[in-house]
């Protein structure tokens, strides 16, 4: 699992130089409800030791959540945690953030409006996977490129534009 937590630190410290980390027993309850709920022990140490104890605010208003947000999201919408996803922040559209922790430690977005209209009418049937926009190989490079790459997709629809644009120019170039 690819997460790098200095370079997720820098990042936020680039935009937040007083940035206040998790410690003592929020660290822990935090820490503990990641395990429980079964994000990988080094992923769930990582995070737990990099997450913010504030919301970081990012371009033009999208955040990383603290660490109750992280909790409460996630609590919320069990279905997406139960796919492999942990939202982690919200684009400012309100697009999920999420890490897919099941698989490979991708970073991308699962768009909200999609999501959340599949919650509401079919909840069991809704695939989730089919939702995810991977964007980059880990959280931290997906950090890296919002705060420093103004070309990388703020949410899902500039990603699907993007995908899009992508393959036209490959069907094209065959």
């Not at 200095?6 to 409800?33: H, M, Q, V, Y």
């Not at 534009?161 to 992508?166: I, S």
């Amino acid at each position: 699992m690819k997460f790098e937590k200095d370079r997720f630190l820098a990042g936020l410290r680039s935009i937040n130089p007083d940035l206040k980390l998790l410690e003592g027993e929020r660290k822990n309850t935090f820490l503990a409800w990641m395990q429980i709920s079964g994000i990988p022990a080094e992923l769930a140490r990582d995070l737990a030791d990099s997450i913010p104890s504030e919301y970081v605010t990012f371009r033009p208003c999208g955040y990383i959540y603290e660490d109750d947000a992280i909790m409460d999201s996630n609590e919320e919408y069990k279905k997406m945690m139960e796919s492999g996803y942990l939202q982690v922040g919200h684009a400012p559209n309100g697009d999920q953030i999420v890490i897919d922790f099941k698989n490979d430690g991708r970073s991308g977005y699962i768009s909200h409006d999609e999501f959340y209209e599949s919650y509401e009418e079919e909840n069991e049937g809704m695939d989730v996977e089919e939702m995810f926009i991977p964007l980059s190989e880990s959280l931290d490079g997906m950090v890296e490129s919002l705060i420093h790459d103004p070309d990388f997709p703020i949410d899902s629809y500039e990603a699907f534009e993007k995908q899009d644009a992508n393959k036209t120019r490959e069907d094209n170039s065959e």
